[in-house]
């Protein structure tokens, strides 16, 4: 499915001339298309008629009133509420299945392959790991210049895989299968951010890749060129994590960040279309629910929450008293019925998404769980952890 | 209160957009919890039975569980 990005948002600014990618605004009630930075200077003249910085304070808080309203009016019902019917979930054992053991410090994030078993982790140390997550062989490894090196993701094709940290990069490394395979000499540098590299992941393609950065910023590139396609503004601190919506639902993706919020953004304009603020701390992980209709997220004030998109509200919380750690990051098992949570307490705990209970808690890690996936088919989950291990667990 | 000064023309800035993206999400279509809830509640239950780790499948179909060898007694 091929997203044609480069032929709708980017080409000349029809003010500046200048090829960059562009946004629709509206000048004198006439349709233009124009750069980020010629919007930004229209916006910075001067104050228009009737319109004063009070005017549009005010304007702002009777729409935030005008929002709460309206979703307070569709608030009949709790989630757990109309869940009560469906029936509760045994006993759930499950163990670690496998320990991968070879990074030289914490792990900070892991990414699945398509074909259910290879892995690719980086940690603390630089390094990105490949590994069989059957065999718990290394089959790739490459050191990168930077030392925490905060994201990884695997391409879909399994051909290659996306790594930064404190480099402010995102770059490209094709997997290949040569005896003596120098990675890093085919490296390619992709997204360029003015602070750390937070988070990153291909889309339906190897060609693109979504960044999220320290920065603030969220950012789409084109793998080939290198070149910026759209970036998203709104976040009102660094973004930590973000997480695409699945490709029957369209283009759009979720990100959270160290402002508490959590924002859906529309991939081809670049506009933000909804944003929820309910959480009382960063925002380290968010993650779609298998329809599309919701995601979820996880955060440093120790709570996981459900938030429904149409209903474009929080639908559940999943929290409890005697935990107190944040949660670092979170997944849905294949029909979203569980999620699993990792904590900086070490632990993973397992809730019941619909009637918002714990139905397990999962011991095992030495130190905080960093990173959490449920493998493409369903069949396990992998943890990677400060430890310097992943666990996969089924 | 001259709009010439530089802090406040990114107020200004600042404030429009604010204003602006408020007026989109305000402006979104909802349902209700209710609804919102239940066709949750249908997605995991039209796709439970698929979910190995809701299900449990047996070791000999996990690769990641180890296949208990038999004794000959």
């Known amino acids: 499915m091929d997203q044609t990005f480069l032929a709708i948002v980017f080409g000349p600014c029809d003010k500046c001339s200048k090829n960059k990618p562009l946004r629709p605004v509206s000048v004198k009630s006439e349709q ?17 008629e009737n319109e004063t910085l009070a005017s549009l304070k005010s304007e702002a808080e009777s729409l935030k009133g005008k929002l709460e309203e309206e979703r307070a009016k569709l608030h009949d019902v709790e989630l757990h509420q109309v869940a009560e019917r469906v029936e509760a979930l045994g006993q759930f054992v499950m163990k670690t299945r496998r320990t991968l053991k070879g990074h030289g410090n914490k792990v900070l994030c892991m990414d699945w392959c398509k074909d259910k078993r290879r892995i690719v982790s980086s940690s603390q140390d630089g390094k990105v790991i490949v590994w069989d997550s059957f065999t718990t062989n290394k089959e790739h490894a490459v050191t990168m210049p930077c030392t925490w090196v905060m994201a990884c993701a695997y391409a879909p094709s399994g051909c290659a895989i996306a790594c930064g940290g404190l480099d402010n990069k995102c770059s490209v490394y094709p997997l290949t299968f040569e005896k003596n395979e120098n990675m890093a000499a085919k490296k390619k540098s992709v997204a360029m951010h ?24 969220c950012a789409l590139w084109d793998v080939e060129s290198g070149q910026l396609l759209q970036s998203f503004h709104g976040h009102g601190a660094d973004v930590l994590c973000l997480d695409l919506a699945p490709s029957e639902t369209g283009n759009t993706f979720v990100s959270g960040g160290c402002d508490k919020k959590a924002m859906v953004w529309d991939m081809r304009s670049g506009q933000c279309v909804q944003s929820f603020e309910t959480h009382d701390s960063d925002i380290n992980s968010v993650r779609y629910y298998p329809s599309g209709d919701a995601f979820a997220s996880g955060s440093d004030d120790a709570t996981c929450r459900l938030y429904d998109l149409r209903a474009d509200r929080e639908v559940a919380i999943y929290s409890k008293e005697s935990i107190i750690f944040g949660a670092s ?18 632990t993973i705990n397992v809730w019941d998404v619909l009637k918002g ?8 890690h030495e130190n905080r769980v960093s990173t959490l996936r449920v493998s493409p088919d369903g069949t396990a989950f992998c943890s990677g952890s400060w430890d310097h291990t992943l666990r996969i667990w089924a | 209160m001259s709009g010439k000064t530089g802090t406040t023309t990114n107020n200004i800035a600042q404030a429009r957009r604010t204003v602006q993206q408020l007026r ?27 979910d190995p780790l809701l299900m449990g499948i047996p070791a000999s179909e996990n690769p990641f569980k180890d296949k208990k060898t038999c004794i000959l007694l």
């Open chain 1, 357 to 364: 209970s714990r139905v397990s808690i999962l011991f095992g």
């Open chain 1, 329 to 346: 990051s979170v997944d849905f098992s294949l029909s979203g019925r569980l999620l699993f949570a990792g904590y900086n307490d070490y």
């Open chain 1, 32 to 48: 233009r298309s124009y750069c980020s930075l010629c919007v930004e200077m229209m916006a910075t003249e001067g104050l228009h």
């Open chain 1, 194 to 217: 003015t602070n750390y590299l937070s988070a990153c992941s291909f889309t339906n393609s190897d060609m693109q890749i979504l960044t999220a950065s320290g920065d603030g910023t």
């Open chain 2, 24 to 50: 989109i999400e305000a402006s979104i279509e909802r349902i209700k919890v209710s609804k919102a809830s239940a066709d949750l509640m249908l997605y995991c239950e039209e796709h439970a039975k698929k």
